[in-house]
């Protein structure tokens, strides 16, 4: 099993295995036909106002891997994608810029660890 990070506005790439969106919000100037994926877990995603508060902000990535595991504590949505994870290869997609400072990154050290 190989888990990773990706753009969901980047194309497929052979062994990408299954491609979940883990974004609450869909991507902007995408239609669901149009992307990629295959299953969109939005309940994984961070919270509204650790959403907002983290704002993408390097200088707080760690603060908000910290709050965010918390908030993933005891997750059903967690455990979806740690069972998809069981079952082969995992490409974790997100619609932000920078994935290596996303909750995405957050998710795949979970799973990797």
Request: charged share 40%; glycine share 8%; with cysteine.
């Amino acid at each position: 099993m190989t888990v990773r990070v990706r753009r969901i506005y980047d194309p497929p790439e052979q062994g990408d295995g299954t491609r979940v969106l883990v974004d609450r919000v869909w991507p902007r100037g995408l239609r669901k036909a149009d992307a990629p994926y295959d299953e969109w877990v939005k309940d994984v995603a961070p919270s509204t106002e650790l959403r907002k508060w983290y704002g993408h902000d390097p200088d707080r990535f760690e603060e908000f891997r910290r709050r965010y595991r918390g908030e993933l504590d005891g997750s059903s949505a967690l455990d979806r994608l740690r069972e998809l994870a069981r079952d082969g290869d995992l490409t974790l997609l997100t619609a932000t810029r920078s994935p290596e400072y996303s909750q995405a990154r957050v998710l795949c050290e979970l799973l990797d660890g």
